[in-house]
C-alpha cells in the first residue's frame, strides 16, 4: 500500500502565499462584504417598501368605509 503513494513529496506540497494571492484573496473578501452589504440594504429597503405599501392599503380601506358609513346604501323591501 504504501507503493501507491510513494510518488508523492510531501515537501513540495506547499502553497506559497505570494502578493498576487494575498491581493486576490483581499479583492473577494471586500467584494464578498459589498454584496453583503447590499443585500442586507436591499432587504430592509423591501421591508420598509412594504410597510409603506400596507400603510397605503389600510388608508385607502378607511376612507372607503368612512365614506360608505356617510352614504349608507338603501336597501330595497319587497
Same mark, same amino acid.
Not at 500500500?1 to 505570494?18: D, G, H, R, W
Not at 440594504?41 to 365614506?67: F, H, P, S, W, Y
Given at each position: ?9 510531501? %515537501?513540495? #506540497? %506547499? ?7 494575498? #491581493? ?15 443585500? *442586507? ?14 400603510? *397605503?392599503?389600510? #388608508?385607502?380601506?378607511?376612507? *372607503? ?14
Amino acid at each position: 500500500m504504501n507503493f501507491l503513494f510513494s510518488y508523492v513529496k510531501y %515537501s513540495e #506540497a %506547499s502553497f506559497p502565499m505570494t502578493g498576487q494571492y494575498t #491581493a486576490l484573496l483581499l479583492l473577494t473578501s471586500v467584494i464578498w462584504v459589498l454584496l453583503w452589504f447590499g443585500y *442586507r440594504q436591499n432587504k430592509i429597503n423591501d421591508e420598509i417598501k412594504k410597510k409603506e405599501k400596507e400603510d *397605503r392599503i389600510n #388608508a385607502k380601506v378607511k376612507r *372607503r368605509k368612512k365614506l360608505e358609513s356617510l352614504y349608507p346604501s338603501r336597501k330595497k323591501t319587497v
